[in-house]
């Protein structure tokens, strides 16, 4: 057994690097950073071995056999190294680290599962592999009750909500630029707020080059209030009988400049409407 380390790639943002079509996960491409990591370490780090998943995987697609063949690979280089880190996607990365918990019992050997955004003793960095560095991920502090950031695919900017509307931050000056005014309770931009889950989170999908953002507005002003009284007190926005079910009014494309391209779908929201209202007359 050597004293060198192992780094599995299995995919993630960390991996990626740019395209015509945005940030893409390339094979090969960690080779030259981790060479930088090693040369800038001055002689402080042991000797990196080298692996990648193939296929690479989208975290978010992670599934069970994903697991497996992680685990797989890890025990079949048990012996061959002193430690092992696995580069994954923040998505699932929880998920992955406690699956393989349990599928490496005994293996005797330190696993370190880490991604594009780490955090060294309470800093945050984020790793560009085309440069190659690390550098500190900067620190914007918002306003109370704003939700936490949905990061673009290039690193480089957030979206959040604040006040029922959405915003964008750019994550190297700290600007703020507001995508959306008219957004109220009940009635806001991208929310996370109906059912069983629900968070300050924002509900959006970035476009693959991180100018635009496609979301909705969700009209909630007609739902009864539902109540869960146990070991902790909830309330939220929930059909019963009798009130409006809660609805997406609108689909909206807008660009980080605040642009916004608006989709009513009043049409099928009168229609569902109706429906319940004949409904509660039978």
């Known amino acids: 057994m050597s004293g060198s380390v192992l780094v599995l790639h299995t995919g993630g943002t960390i991996g990626m690097v740019g395209s ?3 940030q893409t996960t390339v094979a090969g491409a960690l080779g030259p950073y981790l060479d930088w990591i090693v040369e800038s370490s001055r002689g402080d780090l042991p000797p990196i071995a080298f692996l990648e998943l193939d ?4 975290s978010a697609n992670a599934t069970p056999d994903e697991w497996c063949d992680i685990a797989r690979t890890l025990y079949e280089h048990r012996t061959d ?9 923040t998505d699932t990365m929880a998920y992955t680290s406690s699956a393989l918990s349990f599928l490496l019992p005994n293996f005797g050997r330190p696993v370190v599962v880490t991604g594009y955004d780490f955090t060294v003793r309470g800093s ?5 592999i085309e440069k190659p560095k690390c550098t500190t991920k900067p620190e914007h502090k918002g306003k109370e009750g704003d939700g936490p950031g949905n990061l673009s695919p290039d690193g480089k900017r957030e979206a959040f909500i604040r006040d029922w509307n959405l915003w964008v931050r750019d994550l190297a000056t700290g600007k703020e630029t507001q995508l959306t005014t008219d957004g109220v309770k009940d009635f806001g931009y991208a929310t996370n707020n109906a059912g069983w889950v629900h968070d300050d989170s924002a509900i959006l999908v ?4 991180s100018s635009k953002i496609a979301t909705f507005q969700q009209d909630q002003r ?3 209030t539902m109540a869960l009284v146990g070991t902790t007190d909830l309330s939220w926005s929930q059909w019963v009988t009798g009130s409006i079910a809660g609805l997406i009014a609108y689909v909206l494309t807008l660009t980080v400049t605040g642009e916004v391209s608006r989709s009513e779908v009043s049409g099928f929201i009168d229609s569902l409407r109706a429906r319940l209202a004949a409904r509660q007359a039978v």
């Open 206 to 209: 970035w476009s693959p080059d």
């Open 20 to 22: 015509p079509d945005g």
């Open 55 to 58: 296929p690479l995987i989208d």
């Open 124 to 128: 945050h960095f984020l790793c560009d």
């Open 222 to 224: 007609k739902t009864s």
């Open 81 to 89: 190294h002193t430690g092992f880190v696995v580069l994954h996607g």
